[in-house]
């Protein structure tokens, strides 16, 4: 009789799942669906001459991800009527189904609320007693807290401080003039408690990442995804877009003094895909013909330990790719003597960074009063996403240990 394994049937979020269906007649059409309740995905495939359906080895003949992908089902979901259940369940249509335990925090993680010394946030760490290498996960223009980050980085071995600077109770409301010295106490906490120090951070998040590891020198490895080697301009209050952007203030502080940036520019593009309700390329406020003022360049040859930068060809959130590029210019032309690397990602867009495996069908996303377009194909930022988290653990496990 024929039957659907799934193994194995609990593991972390990113980790890799083998799909099989056995037993099959030769050359037998089967149809495979993944649902969350409120995601959901189907595929069609022909069982091979063993009667065997192998995502690891076989591509679908249709559905809504095509190629050899063992995780192209999950990625591949899109938004469902419903509301989210805490299993996926996988289902070989007319031969069963199976619920998986996708974990958002690994199990031997330990999860511990953070408000000591005006910090807001949440460390995660192996339940061991062990001491383990710190690393501090910084949000992006969305603000508030990656607790899924740095869970699923605790159940690799570090202890991950996941910190809110602005968008969250007990921080500002957004992203203006918010102090570096806030970051230093977050570092001092998280060193009293762990060995080496990275940081990482995605999007807004990136150029914070690189801005941290050149100001604080206990930092020894920093990951900056779609990031900036540029200090822009703030993220300020409002509840729409233009009201935002229109606000023009520093993001940063050091010594109680504003650091200077890049301001936006606001072209007649942008300002109609506003009015008429099309999505926006937010890219479009970034202006980089007329060059990028010196002294916002962040001093990344500062930063004491490894830079890793990971950028996407396709990015239409901002120009990450160039302003990255402008980090890994100052690395070179320094000598900086530390390992440094800048990945691009050709066609993907700029929802890479973060843990893998989730959906990536949403390339049009909600935001202040407008829809923006973030870039990229599905599939090639999903395999984006998957290798910038390879990356990103495997160069922390390097510079910092595990």
């Known amino acids: ?85 805490p299993h996926t369940v996988v289902e070989a249509v007319g031969v069963g189904r199976v619920e998986v335990d996708r974990q958002a925090v690994p199990e031997g993680v330990r999860r511990t609320e953070v408000g000591e010394n005006g910090l807001v946030g949440v460390l995660f760490e192996p339940d061991d007693d062990e001491t383990h290498p710190g690393v501090l996960v910084l949000s992006g223009s969305e603000g508030g807290m990656h607790e899924l980050d740095a869970a699923l980085l605790a159940g690799r071995g570090f202890a991950a401080l996941t910190l809110a600077h602005f968008g969250a109770p007990g921080v500002p409301d957004d992203l203006v003039e918010i102090p570096l010295e806030y970051f230093g106490t977050a570092l001092e906490w998280l060193g009293e408690r762990a060995g080496r120090l990275g940081v990482i951070g995605g999007s807004r998040g990136g150029e914070l990442a690189l801005l941290v590891g050149a100001t604080f020198p206990q930092v020894k490895a920093v990951v900056s995804v779609v990031g900036s080697g540029v200090v822009t301009q703030c993220i300020g209050p409002g509840d729409r877009l233009l009201q935002k952007l229109d606000h023009e203030a520093a993001s940063w502080t050091w010594q109680g003094r504003p650091l200077p940036y890049l301001p936006y520019s606001i072209p007649h593009e942008l300002r109609r895909r506003v009015v008429d309700g099309d999505p926006v390329p937010l890219r479009l406020a970034f202006d980089l013909t007329d060059g990028i003022p010196e002294d916002a360049e962040i001093p990344v040859e500062r930063i004491d330990g490894g830079v890793l930068l990971l950028s996407s060809g396709q990015d239409e959130s901002w120009p990450c790719e160039e302003l990255s590029e402008v980090a890994f210019r100052r690395l070179a032309e320094h000598g900086h003597p530390h390992r440094h690397e800048h990945v691009v990602y050709p066609e993907a867009g700029h929802l890479i960074a973060g843990p893998p495996h989730r959906p990536t069908t949403d390339v049009v996303i909600s935001g202040p009063g407008v829809r923006f377009s973030t870039g990229g194909t599905p599939a090639a930022t999903a395999a984006a996403r998957a290798d910038a988290w390879r990356r990103t653990v495997e160069f922390l496990s390097d510079q910092l240990g595990t």
């Open 1 to 85: 009789m024929a039957e659907i394994l799934v193994n194995p049937r609990s593991a972390p979020l990113d980790g890799v799942l083998e799909v099989r269906v056995v037993d099959l007649p030769p050359g037998q059409r089967v149809g495979l669906r993944a649902s969350t309740g409120d995601h959901g995905s189907w595929v069609v495939f022909l069982a091979d001459e063993r009667g065997v359906v192998d995502l690891t080895r076989h591509a679908p003949i249709e559905g809504s991800y095509t190629g050899v992908d063992p995780m192209g089902l999950f990625w591949s979901m899109r938004r469902t009527p419903g509301k989210p259940h």
